[in-house]
């Protein structure tokens, strides 16, 4: 019975570790919640010995919260969206927060942080345009433009997804509009996980780049046992949270520490996950076999990621430079749209069609690091990764998607 329970109690750690890494909060109404609270200590030492991520648990959700990759801070944030039906779709064919709307979205925060429990979309505004004022250099907030206000809802939307906020009562749309009504939106503040936003909210206030933001020096001794500390904790972080590991990304120091350390580092990432990490010469991946660890699935029945599946082999086969010039690209999306336009629904002789399906598909490429950008040809280069999909088998999707 012992040998059992120890059975159970690693299979919950496992189940609630995975739902901390996949998603910014576990909410408290969730099943992974309670194995959260129930193996707190054990969780939290994996977390940080492992990723250099620090467990936070408040009485209405749980956070890991840590440094991102590299790769992690060019994906962007996604809007849930609010239809049961949309919310069935992939996650990465979710709307994506602007740049602009992302600049709000931290306004936001230092907004609510400001004010009381509950607040109307008419004060928080103003609250916003204050927050922008007190940054040095000010940012200025107009929101008689439309796609000012258009952005604020988007970022309010993201909050309310997190349930950093809860759109309390009034109208939706109230969002959006400039002159407020009898129907204004009204929002209650979780300020329990509204702290728990941000790791260090100290070093956030005095950061004025993205690498002061980032920076982890300060949390490691500067001694040769604190740096391999730092590359260890870097290292597993993108084993877990990037498509691949290649070596040929790493610098000099963090090559050579991962090559010494490599066996240590993927046992690592293993034990805390439950995955099998799979090794190559070129580098490490962790091999995910469900669809719950990920925000963008690959692939899929998605016409779009069934042409950049297909990509794969034309780039493969793209000659002794190994790339795809963008002309060459194009004419390639153009044939196999001919191939198989009886279930696609596509029309190769639409340029305007072919070319957003290019650029569509150069996306996906490029998000699942299954490509990287030439400089030289303005094309597409196959990484290592793009060989696990080469002559895939094609079914049908039923026409668009």
Not at 85 to 105: N, T, Y
Not at 228 to 233: I, K, P, Q, Y
Not at 374 to 390: D, H, M, Q, V, Y
Request: proline content about 5%; charged content about 30%.
């Amino acid at each position: 019975m012992t040998g059992l329970r120890e059975l159970d109690d690693r299979e919950e750690r496992t189940r609630a570790l995975r739902a901390l890494l996949a998603a910014p909060f576990v909410g408290a109404d969730e099943p992974a919640y309670a194995l959260v609270r129930r193996h707190e200590r054990e969780l939290a030492s994996t977390l940080q010995v492992t990723y250099g991520y620090q467990l936070e648990i408040g009485s209405t959700a749980a956070r890991a919260s840590g440094l991102p990759t590299p790769d992690g801070l060019r994906r962007p944030l996604r809007i849930t969206p609010a239809s049961v039906s949309g919310r069935k779709r992939a996650p990465d064919e979710w709307a994506a927060l602007s740049d602009r709307a992302c600049v709000l979205v931290l306004l936001t925060l230092v907004a609510l942080e400001r004010g009381a429990a509950q607040t109307a979309i008419a004060e928080l505004a103003q609250e916003v345009e204050r927050a922008g004022a007190d940054v040095e250099p000010p940012i200025t907030v107009d929101f008689r433009q439309r796609s000012e206000r258009m952005a604020f809802a988007d970022g309010l939307d993201l909050l309310c997804a997190w349930t950093v906020i809860e759109h309390t009562s009034g109208s939706h749309e109230s969002y959006s509009r400039r002159e407020q009504g009898d129907d204004e939106a009204l929002f209650t503040v979780d300020r329990r996980r509204l702290a728990l936003l941000l790791r260090d909210p100290n070093a956030a206030l005095e950061a004025t780049t993205l690498d002061e933001l980032v920076d982890e020096s300060g949390r490691y001794s500067p001694t040769p046992e604190g740096e391999n500390r730092a590359r260890a904790e870097r290292l597993a972080r993108r084993l877990t949270d990037d498509p691949a590991l290649l070596l040929a990304d790493l610098d000099a120091d963090d090559r050579t520490y991962f090559l010494n350390q490599r066996a240590r580092i993927e046992a690592a990432v293993a034990a805390a996950t439950g995955y099998e990490v799979e090794r190559r010469a070129e580098g490490s991946a962790l091999i995910v076999d469900d669809r719950a660890f990920t925000d963008l699935p690959f692939p899929t029945n998605s016409t779009l990621k069934q042409l950049a599946l297909l990509l794969c082999d034309a780039l493969a086969e793209a000659g002794p430079d190994g790339e795809l010039s963008f002309e060459a690209l194009r004419d390639a999306v153009a044939d196999l749209v001919a191939k198989h336009r009886h279930h696609w629904d596509r029309n190769p002789h639409d340029p305007d069609e072919v070319a957003a399906l290019t650029a569509a598909a150069t996306d996906t490429l490029l998000a699942c690091d299954l490509a990287r950008r030439s400089g030289r040809t303005g094309g597409l280069r196959a990484t290592p990764l793009a060989a696990r999909f080469r002559s895939p088998t094609l079914h049908a999707t039923g026409g668009r998607e």
